[in-house]
């Protein structure tokens, strides 16, 4: 029996064997689809807006949020408390749509901005003069199974309200929230974690507003 390639001259021989490598690579590094999940819900409840004039309110600048190392990725993480509660875990099928502190970010942007407690919220090196600096931290973004059938998404963090005049920090804050599962699955936490993380950016929003309103009485040391 003649071999496949006999027929091929010796650059389509070259040409042909080359293609066969690049395929067998693509199927070794190919990975399982991973299904994508957002905490943003599909119908948001309408934030408050500002009626009347803007003009004495103050502006607000949103720094980047910064987060623990582990995470920095898109990966859909998880604790089986009941039985290594010091393992991290990630699920293979599903991921978010980008990293906590990236996704935090846009909905507290969203928040802050629909407020109607600045005249403006500016993103990280955006140009413009802010008077007060917002830094958040992340802490937690996991989902925390207390057992088979049960758990509880967790997010956490610490907001600190800086002068952007002179760098002066006003007040710190941490934040904790948590939200049972109302299913054991990636698709039950990401609803989950999408209600604490909308308490959690409430929370923040609310707090900075309310801490601006009292740094401005607030004497320089």
Request: one cysteine or more; a positive charge; aromatic letters at 8%.
């Amino acid at each position: 029996m003649r071999h496949p390639l006999s027929e091929y001259s010796p650059a389509g021989k070259r040409m042909m064997l080359a293609g066969m490598v690049l395929l067998a690579a693509g199927c070794a590094s190919s990975v399982p689809w991973q299904a994508p999940y957002d905490i943003t819900p599909s119908h948001p409840v309408p934030l408050a807006s500002t009626k009347g004039t803007t003009t004495a309110l103050p502006v607000l600048r949103l720094a980047r949020v910064s987060a623990a190392h582990w995470l920095k990725t898109d990966a859909y993480q998880y604790h089986l408390l009941y039985q290594e509660p010091q393992r991290l875990l990630a699920y293979r099928d599903a991921r978010w749509v980008g990293t906590p502190p990236q996704m935090i970010a846009s909905r507290l942007q969203r928040q802050l901005a629909h407020s109607g407690q600045w005249r403006a919220v500016l993103a990280g090196q955006s140009s413009g003069t802010a008077t007060w600096l917002l830094q958040v931290r992340l802490t937690d973004f996991v989902v925390n199974f207390s057992g088979p059938e049960a758990g509880k998404a967790l997010v956490a963090g610490t907001a600190t309200l800086v002068n952007a005049t002179d760098y002066r920090v006003v007040a710190q804050h941490s934040f904790r929230f948590t939200e049972i599962l109302p299913g054991a699955s990636a698709q039950g936490g990401a609803v989950a974690m999408a209600g604490a993380s909308e308490r959690f950016v409430t929370a923040v929003s609310g707090w900075a507003a309310q801490m601006a309103s009292t740094g401005k009485s607030t004497p320089r040391p």
